[in-house]
């Protein structure tokens, strides 16, 4: 998918790039206000609301992790993009299905991260925090939002090797330096975040021996390629696609 992102971009010929997926209906006034925010030069990117059309989903939000778009310190990422919001606001992030940037700005920092891989997990992030280090502000704006037809997702033991790989390197990548009690505040917010931090749903993961193999493993490929090695090589061992 970062492969993607970086073609299109590459052949796009406006000066800003927008970003929707593939099961994302997007409103009528959709492109209207996704532009807006870009009347401030000082604005590197915009995110859009993005409304869920699974029926019947019982979500609930904490108070206190009301935030949209905000990233920890510890590797943490809220989203929220779902919330109902007046008024456009500042953002730490935005959201893959419903993104936009100065093209300008992705030609300054070399496009998306190849290093994000199999389910690019937190490449959208990457990119936000690499716009804002360049000192652009990144927006919400409520009103350019998008239907999102998305259906969940197989929790697999790839599943397991991939998100915990793609969160590792974004994060190994994006808070240096790093020390000892850094990263070990990183692994505890990974592996047993704050109660209160996650949106309940009814959905449940069951780890099992076999999925915290692959869980290490992830783990260990993403150290090994902030160091810059290559951890296809264990990817190939395990036939990860």
């Not at 990233?71 to 809220?78: I, Q």
């Not at 937190?122 to 652009?136: G, V």
Request: proline share 4%.
């Amino acid at each position: 998918m970062v492969k993607a992102r970086n073609v299109g971009w590459k052949h796009a010929k406006g000066d800003i790039i927008a970003f929707v997926d593939d099961d994302a209906i997007v409103s009528k006034t959709w492109s209207k206000y996704i532009l807006e925010p870009y009347k401030d030069k000082t604005v590197g990117g915009v995110v859009g609301r993005v409304i869920s059309s699974r029926e019947g989903e019982e979500i609930i939000v904490p108070e206190k992790h009301s935030s949209i778009g905000k990233v920890f310190t510890n590797g943490l990422v809220l989203g929220n993009f779902d919330l109902k919001q007046e008024f456009t606001i500042e953002v730490d992030t935005l959201i893959g299905c419903n993104m936009s940037f100065r093209r300008n700005l992705l030609v300054e920092v070399n496009g998306f991260d190849e290093n994000f891989r199999g389910n690019c997990f937190r490449d959208d992030t990457d990119m936000s925090l690499r716009i804002k280090n360049l000192n652009y502000k990144l927006i919400f704006h409520p009103k350019a939002f998008v239907i999102h037809k998305y259906k969940g997702k197989t929790v697999s033991q790839n599943w397991f090797y991939w998100t915990v790989y793609n969160h590792t390197y974004f994060y190994l990548k994006n808070f240096k330096p790093i020390n000892p009690q850094k990263f070990f505040a990183f692994l505890l917010a990974t592996f047993r975040p704050p109660a209160d931090y996650m949106k309940k749903t009814k959905i449940q993961i069951k780890h099992t021996p076999t999925s915290l193999c692959y869980v290490l493993l992830g783990l260990f490929s993403a150290i090994y390629a902030n160091k810059k090695g290559d951890p296809k090589r264990i990817e190939k061992i395990l036939k990860l696609k």
